[in-house]
């Protein structure tokens, strides 16, 4: 088995989310390519963890899963709130605390 | 020796005036602090207890001055019954300051001086609250009134007991205070109000001496104590007893109207005449020639600073009794003579052992006559409805019998009529300036004829006359409460003179300041009496030929006069001197700090303050609140951030 692919499947998919976080307006879409960094993250964690015949890279992984999991229950309550009181789920409108 | 001590050699001590050298209270004299507690208690009840007080508090006010008066009797007869040598004592009542090596002790010294003026205060003071009870009936803040003459009797007397300049100095404000709280009793008038102020000010100029003086001879000698610097002077360099000479006069002049502290008290006369009376006339104006006379250890090894004494009394004497001429207010008229007759108390101070105990004679029979003269121009007032002008006077001896007889008295004895007190007084200080330096005897001699022209003319536009009364005015003799104190101080200005049979104040007074040195007149003493007189007489014929019964005195001051008068009317300048050279170089001086202050202090501020607020609000602008914009600048500090690790991983 090769390290090698499975790290720049992750790399790829990072930086899809990332692109994706910084182009994309709408809130549902940069979160979802956030959950994408995550995932590409946990990939990363579960390689590295094979490799080196650890554990400690598993752990982890099932960690970001769990906040993850949390951040998405907070997120979409604010994207829900957002959205209800400003009928809009642009990211750029909700940009009111500035100077 | 300390730092401060400036070079010259030390004096011979046989030169050096008398040292204070105390015994301890015993007997009698134990109770000296009562003396002083006594008023101050009268005080904090009356100031202290508000209200409730009002229904009795003017008679608590004069029972503690009566009894201070009484007890302080009985000191008196037990020191004349000692030995010479034996007529100082002192009271040490507590530990003022304590700071290292420098203590204070808070005491009180029992001596012939103090001892006259104790009797002066206390005595005078009652008689002047007594009267006051009549004359502040009807001011519904009476007791508030005699509480603020109680602490003036308090502070006059820790001013006349302490035995440390530094406490002297706590009396001198004290003094000042309630002369300020008294000046400005009425203060729902500008005028006296302002008075208060000027009062105030012109005084705090003095009390920067009297302060120096206390720190220099802290400096000097360790103590403030009379004991402690009477005995250091004679060790110490001319220039030292020069410059604390110089301060003392300083201090000296501001307190007693002296000229260039002179402009207040004319203004003073604002206060409730009974005020003018004991503080502006009998006691307060009199607490320089106390100091001066007190510290004549100092002045004794200074005689530039006497000089300067001599000559300061002799210009007010003469300054004092021009401005008397021009006044119609029989206030200011009399506070004119006032600064005159403490500028001939001053002259006298200044000579020196030949003219000690003079001053204080003159300044004891001038508190009797002068404090007489003022509650009889109370008197007066009380009877025109508080008019002052004297232009509205005329006529008024039949009114008021009691008043013009007493008043009568006071005048004799101010002009020096033979055989009132005031005849023996200024005659000895005539007699000792001419004794020192003819030019001091002339002016003294000249003020005694202008003296006399005033006075005259105070008393001839008062009590004699036409009516010049306004149409409302009914005159009517004071009630007995207020014509009592006068004719008991009439006495006195009468048989004040008794004080000098047999040399009796000199030899009473040479413990404190030493015997007195006779100076050799050029003619018989007798002969300068006769001058004297004949200068009082014809000073009287003037006043008689302008002011006299069968002269007309126009009902408004004429307008037409010479520039002589102009300028008596307008104090001599004083006030306006004041303002050309201190006031107004004062406000230039203040405009000009205000103007540093607004564009340089501030300006500096407020530049910075404008600096860092321009920066911020330029660089606020990079919080868009864009979450895209934010995530990138993340993203660029993330690969920053990885860049460099692996720069520094790879090199």
């Known amino acids: 088995m090769n390290t090698e692919h499975y790290l720049t499947l992750s790399a790829l998919l990072f930086t899809i989310g990332a692109t994706g976080v910084l182009v994309r307006r709408n809130a549902i879409v940069v979160f979802m390519s956030v959950e994408l960094m995550l995932n590409a993250t946990n990939l990363a964690f579960v390689s590295f963890s094979r490799a080196h015949g650890q554990l400690d890279g598993q752990v982890a992984a099932f960690f970001v899963m769990v906040v993850a999991a949390a951040e998405v229950v907070v997120g979409l309550a604010i994207i829900v709130a957002i959205f209800r009181s400003r009928r809009s789920a642009s990211v750029d409108d909700a940009s009111l605390l500035k100077y | ?651």
């Not at chain 2, 002259?347 to 002068?370: C, D, M, S, V, W």
């Not at chain 2, 002016?443 to 202008?450: E, H, N, T």
């Not at chain 2, 203040?590 to 609000?617: M, R």
Request: glycine content about 10%; some cysteine.
């Open chain 2, 1 to 651: 020796m300390s730092p401060l001590a400036l070079s010259g050699t030390p004096l011979a001590s046989g030169e050096a005036g008398v040292p204070v050298v105390p015994t301890a209270v015993d007997g009698v004299f134990s109770l000296l602090w009562l003396v002083v507690a006594l008023p101050a208690l009268g005080a904090l009840v009356l100031l202290v207890g508000g209200r409730r007080t009002d229904r009795w508090g003017h008679l608590l006010g004069c029972a503690m001055p009566i009894g201070s008066f009484l007890l302080a009797l009985v000191m008196f007869v037990q020191l004349l019954g000692r030995d010479h040598e034996d007529r100082q004592v002192a009271q040490t009542l507590w530990t003022w300051l304590d700071v290292g090596d420098y203590t204070v002790q808070m005491g009180l010294l029992f001596d012939p001086l103090s001892a006259l003026f104790v009797l002066l205060i206390t005595g005078v003071g009652s008689l002047i609250h007594i009267y006051s009870v009549g004359y502040m009936a009807h001011d519904d803040r009476r007791r508030r009134f005699f509480g603020y003459l109680n602490l003036f009797v308090t502070a006059m007397l820790v001013l006349v007991l302490a035995d440390d300049y530094l406490a002297v100095f706590l009396g001198w404000e004290g003094v000042g205070l309630a002369s300020y709280l008294l000046i400005g009793f009425w203060a729902h008038k500008d005028s006296a109000a302002t008075a208060a102020n000027k009062a105030f000010v012109v005084n705090r100029v003095g009390d920067l001496g009297m302060s120096l003086a206390v720190m220099l001879m802290v400096a000097t000698f360790g103590t403030s104590s009379f004991v402690g610097v009477s005995a250091g002077m004679p060790e110490t360099s001319e220039a030292v007893a020069t410059v604390l000479g110089l301060l003392l006069l300083l201090a000296a002049c501001g307190k007693s109207a002296q000229v260039p502290l002179q402009s207040w008290l004319l203004d003073a006369m604002e206060g409730p005449t009974p005020v003018s009376a004991l503080i502006h006339a009998a006691t307060m104006v009199t607490a320089g020639v106390y100091l001066v006379v007190r510290s004549n250890f100092v002045y004794e090894l200074a005689p530039v600073a006497q000089t300067a004494v001599v000559i300061v009394g002799l210009v007010t004497l003469l300054v004092g009794a021009v401005i008397g001429c021009a006044k119609d207010d029989i206030k200011k008229a009399l506070a004119g003579s006032t600064m005159s007759q403490i500028g001939y108390m001053m002259l006298a101070a200044g000579i020196g052992p030949a003219g000690y105990a003079f001053a204080i004679f003159h300044l004891l029979t001038h508190g009797f006559f002068k404090a007489n003269m003022f509650l009889g121009a109370g008197s007066v007032m009380h009877a025109t409805n508080d008019d002052v002008d004297m232009r509205h006077y005329g006529a008024l001896r039949k009114a008021a019998p009691i008043t013009f007889a007493t008043f009568a008295f006071g005048y004799l004895a101010i002009i020096g009529f033979p055989g009132f007190s005031g005849f023996f007084s200024k005659d000895h200080i005539i007699e000792a300036a001419f004794g020192e330096n003819w030019v001091y005897g002339v002016g003294a001699l000249l003020g005694a004829g202008i003296t006399a022209f005033y006075m005259t003319r105070v008393m001839l536009m008062t009590f004699f006359g036409e009516r010049r009364w306004r149409p409302d005015v009914h005159p009517h003799e004071s009630p007995a409460v207020m014509t009592t104190p006068l004719v008991v101080l009439a006495a006195g200005s009468l048989v004040g003179g008794v004080l000098i049979l047999g040399d009796w104040i000199v030899e009473w007074l040479e413990p404190v300041v030493g015997p007195e040195e006779h100076h050799e007149l050029f003619v018989p003493a007798i002969v300068l009496t006769g001058l004297i007189v004949l200068t009082v007489l014809a000073g009287v014929a003037v006043a008689w030929s302008r002011y006299g019964p069968s002269q007309t005195i126009a009902d408004t001051a004429p307008t037409r006069v010479s520039a002589a008068t102009r300028a008596a009317r307008a104090d001599l300048y004083g006030d306006a001197l004041n303002e050309a050279v201190f006031m107004r170089p004062g406000q230039k001086l203040t405009a000009a700090l205000v103007y540093v202050d607004d564009v340089l202090i501030d300006g500096t501020v407020n530049a910075l303050a404008a600096l860092v607020g321009g920066t911020s609000g330029t660089a606020r602008r990079l919080q868009t609140g864009f979450v895209r914009s934010y995530a990138l600048t993340m993203l660029g500090g993330a690969l920053l951030a990885i860049a460099a690790t692996l720069a520094v991983t790879l090199s």
